[in-house]
């Protein structure tokens, strides 16, 4: 079977864990005999829309860059120059199916115009992007949200540009919302990673959990061994690793290990943090380095994998403000034989199950008792421990799944396109739209006397 994946993002230009599981699933899927490409976005804009080809461990990848900037707006998904030609792309590359992992840089109206056009259409939701303009479901007050998607939830949160009033917001929220629904219709199956995405996203969208399915993502060991054991009289390091945002709560992290070391009796056992991943801004790192002075903590930048077994890691911790879709730290750390401490919401806390220490999201001193306790508490720890789980499923197990979805998906293909086609939105409707946006922004920038 001839598959093309279609992802925002992808190796070498970003490391994250959307990008390694499509990397690892089409590699999988190769081994099985199919013929999987990959057509990706890119955070590198160029003077027009264009597609290079690159070989990535044998597998041809379509790198496509846009010709404009801040496309990763919520408001600016709508590209229809980018959306040509990912469609061109894949009406050359002419698949039995196309698998969908994300939209953002790619086009608002992809899957739609997939399905119109006859291709069979599996999705992959890896996030709540579908289900909130500011795509991770966290309120500028950094409150996790659960609220449904519209107008009422949205106006005072989402992003907006200086010539947006209220009602200019209210008809990108409506068309947003309207543009999820349409695509999700589309598709012939629905994979959500955990059980927590597809109840946020059918919640908020307000529909039916029909063709939605719960797959837990294929992994494929990197390790090969535990976390070495610690010596004796080693201090007891937590370890952190991945992408360092905001939203991944390393600043909360650096004051729960302050908070920590303020209240450590005499002659406890020393508590440190060992912090792997790159920073998303040169100003976060400062801040973070300069909050973490003083402290037992260690940024050690980029990493490859092969580092975490013999860093001396005790427990990992991952203090996301967000509500997590996934987390496939969890399963690095449970092949590493490491027990965590996880915030009480999202599919960190549903997969880490016994596994995981809770602590009350965004809450430093509940952190803080967290991780104390497993540093502490030996029973704690050891029953942590025993419950770790054993390795998710296998890549060719999941390659096994993947397939059933696949087959159902093109059985479907009829009755997506009139899904599809059901209350949808013209391309006549967004482009009056667009004139819409156009023109406000025109105006405004009269009435404030920033055009010559």
Same mark, same amino acid.
């Given at each position: +079977?001839?598959?093309?994946?279609?992802?925002?993002?992808?190796?070498?230009?970003?490391?994250?864990?959307?990008?390694?599981?499509?990397?690892?699933?089409?590699?999988?899927?190769?081994?099985?005999?199919?013929?999987?490409?990959?057509?990706?976005?890119?955070?590198?804009?160029?003077?027009?829309?264009?597609?290079?080809?690159?070989?990535?461990?044998?597998?041809?990848?379509?790198?496509?860059h846009?010709?404009?900037?801040?496309?990763?707006?919520?408001?600016? +998904?709508?590209?229809?120059?980018?959306?040509?030609?990912?469609?061109?792309k894949?009406?050359?590359?002419?698949?039995?199916?196309?698998?969908?992992?994300?939209?953002?840089?790619?086009?608002?109206d992809?899957?739609? &115009?997939?399905?119109?056009?006859?291709?069979p259409?599996?999705?992959?939701?890896?996030?709540?992007?579908?289900?909130?303009?500011?795509?991770?479901? +966290?309120?500028?007050?950094?409150?996790?949200?659960?609220?449904?998607?519209?107008?009422?939830?949205?106006?005072?949160?989402?992003?907006?540009?200086?010539? +947006?009033?209220?009602?200019?917001?209210?008809?990108?929220?409506?068309?947003?919302?309207?543009?999820?629904?349409?695509?999700?219709?589309?598709?012939?199956?629905?994979?959500?990673?955990?059980?927590?995405? &597809?109840?946020?996203?059918?919640?908020?969208?307000?529909?039916?959990?029909?063709?939605?399915?719960?797959?837990?993502?294929?992994?494929?060991?990197?390790?090969?061994?535990?976390a070495?054991?610690?010596a004796?009289?080693?201090?007891?390091?937590?370890?952190?690793?991945? #992408?360092?945002?905001?939203?991944?709560? /390393?600043?909360l992290?650096?004051?729960?290990?302050?908070?920590?070391?303020? #209240?450590r009796?005499?002659?406890?056992?020393?508590?440190?943090?060992?912090?792997?991943?790159h920073?998303?801004?040169?100003?976060?790192?400062?801040?973070?380095?300069?909050?973490?002075?003083?402290?037992?903590?260690?940024?050690?930048?980029?990493?490859?994998?092969?580092?975490?077994?013999?860093?001396?890691?005790?427990?990992?911790?991952?203090?996301?403000?967000?509500?997590?879709?996934?987390?496939?730290?969890?399963?690095?750390?449970?092949? /590493?034989?490491?027990?965590?401490?996880?915030?009480?919401?999202?599919?960190?806390?549903?997969?880490?199950g016994?596994?995981?220490?809770?602590?009350?999201?965004?809450?430093?001193?509940?952190?803080?008792?967290?991780?104390?306790?497993?540093?502490?508490?030996?029973?704690?720890?050891?029953?942590?421990?025993?419950?770790?789980?054993?390795?998710?499923?296998?890549?060719?197990?999941?390659?096994?799944?993947?397939?059933?979805?696949?087959?159902?998906?093109?059985?479907?293909?009829?009755?997506?396109?009139?899904?599809?086609?059901?209350?949808?939105?013209?391309?006549?409707?967004?482009?009056?739209?667009?004139?819409?946006?156009?023109?406000?922004?025109?105006?405004?920038?009269?009435?404030?006397?920033?055009?010559?």
């Amino acid at each position: +079977m001839r598959i093309v994946h279609l992802v925002h993002q992808f190796l070498p230009e970003t490391r994250g864990g959307v990008e390694s599981y499509v990397h690892d699933l089409a590699l999988a899927q190769r081994e099985r005999g199919h013929d999987p490409r990959i057509i990706t976005g890119s955070l590198e804009p160029r003077p027009q829309v264009e597609a290079e080809c690159l070989d990535l461990d044998g597998l041809e990848v379509w790198r496509c860059h846009r010709d404009d900037l801040y496309f990763d707006a919520w408001d600016r +998904m709508h590209a229809p120059a980018m959306t040509d030609l990912v469609l061109a792309k894949v009406a050359e590359l002419a698949p039995d199916l196309v698998h969908l992992h994300h939209w953002i840089r790619l086009g608002q109206d992809l899957g739609s &115009r997939l399905v119109a056009a006859g291709h069979p259409l599996v999705v992959t939701l890896h996030d709540f992007a579908t289900s909130c303009p500011r795509a991770f479901r +966290m309120r500028p007050d950094e409150t996790p949200c659960f609220r449904p998607l519209g107008v009422a939830s949205c106006l005072d949160c989402v992003p907006r540009w200086p010539w +947006m009033d209220d009602v200019e917001i209210a008809a990108e929220i409506d068309l947003f919302a309207r543009s999820a629904r349409q695509e999700l219709r589309g598709a012939g199956r629905i994979i959500c990673a955990s059980a927590s995405v &597809r109840e946020v996203i059918t919640e908020g969208l307000g529909i039916s959990t029909e063709r939605f399915e719960v797959a837990a993502l294929g992994y494929r060991p990197r390790f090969g061994r535990k976390a070495r054991a610690l010596a004796a009289g080693e201090p007891f390091r937590f370890g952190y690793w991945g #992408s360092i945002t905001h939203r991944k709560g /390393l600043h909360l992290l650096v004051e729960a290990i302050r908070s920590v070391q303020a #209240s450590r009796p005499a002659g406890a056992r020393p508590i440190e943090l060992e912090v792997f991943g790159h920073f998303d801004l040169p100003e976060r790192r400062a801040s973070l380095e300069a909050a973490a002075e003083g402290l037992p903590i260690r940024f050690h930048g980029g990493f490859e994998h092969a580092q975490l077994p013999d860093a001396g890691l005790a427990a990992a911790v991952f203090p996301s403000l967000c509500i997590e879709t996934y987390g496939i730290v969890l399963d690095e750390a449970f092949e /590493l034989g490491l027990p965590v401490v996880v915030p009480d919401i999202g599919a960190l806390a549903e997969r880490a199950g016994s596994a995981g220490h809770p602590f009350k999201v965004n809450d430093v001193g509940s952190l803080a008792r967290a991780l104390g306790a497993v540093a502490d508490d030996d029973a704690l720890r050891a029953d942590l421990i025993a419950a770790i789980p054993g390795p998710g499923p296998e890549l060719a197990n999941h390659v096994d799944l993947i397939d059933r979805h696949y087959r159902a998906a093109i059985e479907d293909g009829p009755a997506a396109s009139a899904r599809a086609r059901a209350d949808g939105i013209s391309a006549e409707e967004r482009l009056r739209h667009q004139s819409r946006r156009m023109q406000s922004q025109f105006r405004r920038l009269l009435e404030r006397g920033e055009l010559p």
